[in-house]
């Protein structure tokens, strides 16, 4: 009784509606009600029924008989694709990402970076260097530390002078005249910020190139050479052709003389490690890299003999396949976010890379 009361009560507030909605709720309800009155809900659940079916629209889906047997195994959609005749254009098929960016309204904009369909999608990366993990969880930290420079309290850093130097005099052609460069050359240094979080010097990238002699009278020297760094950097090795001719020694304009190799992420951390760990301590009676080598921008260089390319481990191994005459020397040159000498050198001497004599910054 209690269940048909609150039926009843219910009913009352849902009658504003009369269409078959409220009809089907009624019938819903009155369905659970107390055994009690089976007959008369029995009687209302038929008239409802009958008077909900008539208010429903047509529909073939109401009164269909199903899909037949036949219908169902001749059904067959790749079938029916090989027989079309009509292909759809080749820009369905296959897409290709604009080769120039036309700003951001442009209604062809190209892929990020990220995406396998970019111009510009590197894979990668593949593995997770040592040295690359020990650089953002140890050298970075300690860089910071190293180029720290106090200031107590009152003491504030020494201002540097304009760069660029007035005309002095009283010739009338120095008036209005733009300013000159500083003393010793026109070439301006970089700015050095303080070193923060945000400008740490990094690793960026490292080049291999070598000069081979033999290969202005037999090319079997520049191919020997060519295999050799391919071996040791991991890179396609790319030859270059000389410019001019020099008679004196021997040169031809459009000769191949020279190989190089440019190596970034992975295999820039993979080579300076190799080069650290297992080729340096090999070196007899080496003294390390000399203090006033680079080019005052943050960018080092250091050579190899032939002897010390020989040292590497792709070359111990396969060292027979190598002529011993035709193994050449390298200069490798590591180029940093360093915005001078010093902290390039500071963030080398992290890594591993001694130096000696005289440091000029």
């Known amino acids: 009784m209690a269940l048909q009361e609150v039926t009843t009560a219910f009913l009352k507030r849902f009658r504003a509606c009369n269409g078959p909605l409220y009809q089907a709720s009624k019938l819903q309800c009155r369905q659970y009600a107390t055994a009690g009155d089976g007959q008369e809900t029995n009687e209302l659940q038929l008239s409802s029924s009958g008077q909900g079916m008539r208010e429903l629209e047509e529909s073939s889906f109401l009164g269909g008989d199903g899909t037949s047997d036949t219908a169902v195994q001749k059904f067959d959609p790749a079938r029916t694709a090989r027989t079309r005749n009509r292909r759809l254009p080749p820009s369905r098929y296959q897409y290709k990402s604009p080769r120039y960016y036309r700003g951001p309204l442009h209604p062809h904009q190209p892929p990020k970076p990220s995406d396998p369909s970019s111009r510009e999608f590197a894979p990668g990366p593949f593995s997770l260097p040592r040295l690359e993990q020990t650089y953002h969880d140890t050298f970075a930290h300690d860089f910071m530390t190293m180029a720290y420079t106090h200031f107590p309290p009152g003491l504030e850093p020494h201002k540097k002078g304009d760069r660029l130097r007035p005309w002095l005099g009283e010739s009338p052609y120095y008036k209005n005249r733009p300013l000159r460069g500083p003393r010793g050359g026109d070439t301006l240094k970089l700015l050095r910020k303080p070193i923060t979080f945000r ?6 990238r490292v080049t291999v190139h ?103 481990p792709e070359i111990e191994v396969n060292y027979d396949m190598y002529p011993p005459r035709m193994i050449p020397g390298c200069h490798v040159t590591i180029h940093t976010s360093a915005k001078d000498d010093r902290d390039a050198r500071l963030l080398l001497t992290q890594v591993g890379v001694p130096f000696f004599g005289k440091l000029i910054n």
């Not at 400008?199 to 960026?204: A, D, G, M, Q, W």
């Not at 020297?221 to 270059?240: F, K």
């Not at 190989?259 to 390390?288: A, N």
Request: with cysteine.
């Open 199 to 204: 400008n740490v010097p990094k690793l960026e």
């Open 210 to 312: 070598t000069m081979v002699k033999g290969a202005i009278d037999e090319s079997a020297y520049l191919h020997v050479a060519g295999m050799a760094m391919q071996a040791i950097t991991g890179v396609r090795a790319e030859a270059h052709k000389t410019r001019t001719s020099v008679a004196g020694f021997g040169i031809r304009e459009g000769q191949y003389l020279s190989v190089t190799c440019d190596l970034q992420g992975e295999d820039m951390y993979h080579f300076i490690s190799k080069v650290v760990d297992v080729v340096m301590p090999k070196i007899k009676d080496w003294r390390g890299v000399r203090g006033s080598s680079g080019d005052s921008s943050g960018h080092l260089h250091f050579g190899l003999t032939a002897e010390d390319v020989a040292l590497f």
